[in-house]
């Protein structure tokens, strides 16, 4: 039986979780994997939510409010920060995203663009942090919005306009930006990357808005690691902001200067600071790496 209605989708996983892997092992890291959906799974239950599916380290979820989907974030990102560190010097941390809009909900499952969004939407995120879109905020009551604020209009995979990303403040205590019912985006700042890889550097700017990597000839840059692939993954430019897309079939590990390494899989994610990109498997391996170093400028 299907059902065509409107819903807020909430997407949810453990930030890091191949690097939990490596460092606790498989048997401390499951559970620790563990005790985070079982948190998610409760934050869900709590704000009248129902669990969807379970993959992994991943929960979606779906509510029949904005509001209730954003409750649950917050508290999904409040429970998981309590936790107890599974060993010295290891931290666990969630990325969500979350949309509302209409969607087809049949046999116990969901469908539609809102799905899609909404997952795009966890994608953008990093560790500790909640996106979400500004449709999904004007679906808030005032007093909910008071804890949002607009990031960008950035380009979404399947969308013929930008969309409107805002991260959603979930820490009490918190300073707040306030944001306005007719949220204007930013004006695109002057904004560089700059790439360094093989003593060779690139720099990306409003005239320059994309670079191709892999071991491709053709590619901007060639990555002469065996490991990547001959298109490897892509760096472009959306308003102000540089966003790293994997296309790869091993992975592009991300490194931003003094945090963990992430690992994406057929993601992106946006770059900011300083750090550096391996291509095909992780830097901090303990394996030989050729990596490529960035720096955001302006």
Same mark, same amino acid.
């Given at each position: ?11 949810? &996983? /453990?930030? !890091?979780? #191949? ?9 401390? *890291?499951? $559970? ?76 116990? &499952? /969901?469908? !539609?663009? #809102? ?9 953008? *995120?990093? $560790? ?136 994406l899989k057929r993601e992106e994610t946006l770059l900011r600071g300083t750090g550096r990109i391996a291509f095909g498997h992780s830097w901090s391996s303990g394996e030989p790496a050729e990596t490529l170093e960035f720096s955001v400028e302006g």
């Amino acid at each position: 039986m299907s059902n065509a209605r409107d819903v807020c989708l909430v997407f949810a &996983d /453990v930030s !890091g979780s #191949t690097q939990l892997y490596e460092k606790l092992g498989d048997a401390q *890291a499951l $559970a620790a994997v563990e005790r985070c959906v079982d948190c998610m799974t409760r934050a869900t239950l709590l704000n009248k939510g129902r669990v969807v599916k379970t993959i992994g380290d991943e929960v979606m979820a779906v509510f029949d409010s904005a509001a209730q989907g954003m409750q649950a974030a917050s508290e999904m990102q409040q429970r998981i920060d309590e936790l107890p560190p599974p060993a010295p010097g290891v931290k666990l941390s969630i990325r969500a995203g979350l949309h509302f809009g209409p969607a087809l909900v049949e046999n116990n &499952d /969901v469908f !539609g663009d #809102t799905v899609n969004t909404a997952a795009r939407m966890a994608g953008l *995120a990093k $560790a500790g942090q909640i996106i979400t879109t500004a449709d999904t905020v004007a679906a808030l009551p005032e007093l909910l919005r008071l804890s949002c604020r607009e990031i960008d209009a950035l380009a979404v995979k399947g969308k013929a306009e930008d969309v409107r990303v805002c991260e959603i403040i979930w820490q009490e205590g918190a300073e707040l930006t306030m944001m306005s019912t007719r949220m204007a985006p930013a004006a695109p700042a002057d904004i560089r990357l700059k790439l360094r890889y093989g003593g060779v550097e690139t720099i990306l700017s409003p005239t320059r808005p994309l670079a191709t990597m892999g071991r491709d000839a053709a590619c901007d840059i060639v990555i002469h690691d065996p490991r990547a692939s001959r298109s490897h993954a892509k760096i472009e430019r959306r308003r102000d902001k540089f966003v790293l897309v994997d296309m790869s079939s091993n992975g592009t590990f991300v490194t931003f200067l003094g945090e963990t390494e992430i690992a994406l899989k057929r993601e992106e994610t946006l770059l900011r600071g300083t750090g550096r990109i391996a291509f095909g498997h992780s830097w901090s391996s303990g394996e030989p790496a050729e990596t490529l170093e960035f720096s955001v400028e302006g």
